[in-house]
């Protein structure tokens, strides 16, 4: 009776779930069926109807968006204007860089801490929960004198070196993974002569593939939205999410409508759209680990 009642309320729970996250997704997805739709439509079709499909599909915002998507740099005291393409190119470097420094970082340091017994392993752990709930407020300005300070500042390598840090949830998801992991898998490779960088790298590393490419994917998605950190560290440096949020909110011609604005935004989520596509078996499928059997 009592396990009838536990499955009751599970599966309400589940249901209750299933439904929040169904309403969620369809928000989600009406939100961007709207905006690419509107991307196509004049300002005048979109201010008499903002909600229904287009009377005319026109590429006009998408060539607008491109020729004023622009932001001005000066390199040794030259200014010049920096265009979308050329952004892009600057969030592919930012981005995939960033991205394998913040997935490579914390899988190292897991994969010590969970497989070596050393006594440090515990404070280190330690350190990331700290570190995870404790709130750091006003680390900016000092972030940015001591990139000044070593030479990084407006420097995609500096970045680069700055987002190779342990101190997240990332961490805590590689530590398990390698705690689930047979040291046999080691221990037989240590008797055929393999030391730890053989072991790590040509044992471990790819047990775990799958889930270091979603991680990686995951930084990767969040580097490319990300406006803020390349907007105050490369300032001559712009990567096309800068460039999008500054065409925005003005622009530099003027450009103020709507559907332009959304061609904008829908340019700069084509490439994570395609990405999502690519790789959409490794996102939502099921990541596995093989064991040792027999």
């Known amino acids: 009776m009592k396990k009838n009642k536990r499955t009751i309320h599970l599966n309400v729970f589940e249901i209750v779930i299933a439904v929040l996250l169904g309403i969620y997704s369809a928000v989600m997805i009406f939100m961007f069926v709207w905006a690419l739709y509107n991307s196509f439509k004049t300002s005048l079709n979109f201010d008499i109807d903002c909600v229904g499909f287009p009377r005319k599909f026109t590429f006009e915002n998408y060539v607008n968006a491109l020729q004023g998507i622009r932001m001005q740099a000066n390199i040794n005291g030259t200014d010049y204007y920096i265009y979308f393409f050329e952004m892009l190119f600057n969030s592919v470097v930012y981005s995939v860089g960033c991205a394998f420094f913040a ?14 017994k050393v006594k440090f392993n515990k404070i280190v752990y330690g350190i990331v929960i700290f570190a995870m709930v404790t709130p750091i407020v006003g680390n900016l300005p000092s972030q940015v004198a001591m990139a000044k300070d070593l030479g990084i500042y407006d420097s995609q390598l500096g ?54 490419l979603v991680i990686f994917l995951l930084n990767f998605i969040a580097r490319w939205n990300d406006y803020q950190t390349p907007w105050i560290f490369l300032p001559n440096t712009p990567t096309a999410a800068v460039g999008v949020q500054f065409f925005s909110v003005g622009g530099e011609i003027g450009m103020g409508g709507v559907p332009i604005k959304l061609a904008a935004s829908i340019l700069l989520m084509l490439p994570v759209i395609v990405l999502f596509l690519i790789f959409r078996k490794k996102l939502v499928g099921n990541l596995t680990l093989g064991g040792i059997k027999g």
């Open 103 to 116: 997935t490579l970082t914390p899988c190292l340091v897991a994969y010590v801490t969970a497989k070596y």
């Open 159 to 212: 970045l680069w070196f700055m987002s190779a840090t342990f101190l997240g949830i990332y961490y805590l998801m590689f530590y398990s993974i390698f705690k689930g992991l047979s040291w046999e898998y080691a221990e037989a490779a240590f008797i055929d002569g393999a030391g730890h960088w053989q072991i790590l790298f040509r044992i471990m590393l790819p047990l775990i593939k799958n889930t270091f």
